[in-house]
């Protein structure tokens, strides 16, 4: 599984992200971005990885989540 790293020092809150993958990305009321679930939903990859390489000031990027790993 994936999850989505935000750096919101680059973030301009342009909301390109929130139209790509609305069940993971929104703006709120004061422009600024927020994650609805850090975790890539099942069936959502194709959407956030169109919405990570649309992010005109990318400020997001994507990585292994650990956290759902099984350690061997």
């Keep these: 599984m994936m999850k989505v790293v935000v750096d919101y020092g680059k973030c301009t809150g342009l909301g390109i992200c929130e139209s790509l ?12 971005l927020e994650l609805k679930q850090s ?10 990885e169109a919405a990570v390489e649309g992010c005109p ?16």
Aim: net charge negative; charged share 40%; no cysteine.
């Design 57 to 72: 000031t990318e400020a997001l990027r994507l990585e292994p989540d650990d956290s759902s790993a099984d350690t061997e």
């Design 39 to 48: 975790s890539v939903p099942e069936g959502q990859l194709e959407d956030v």
């Design 21 to 32: 993958a609305p069940d993971v990305f929104e703006v709120n009321d004061d422009g600024e």
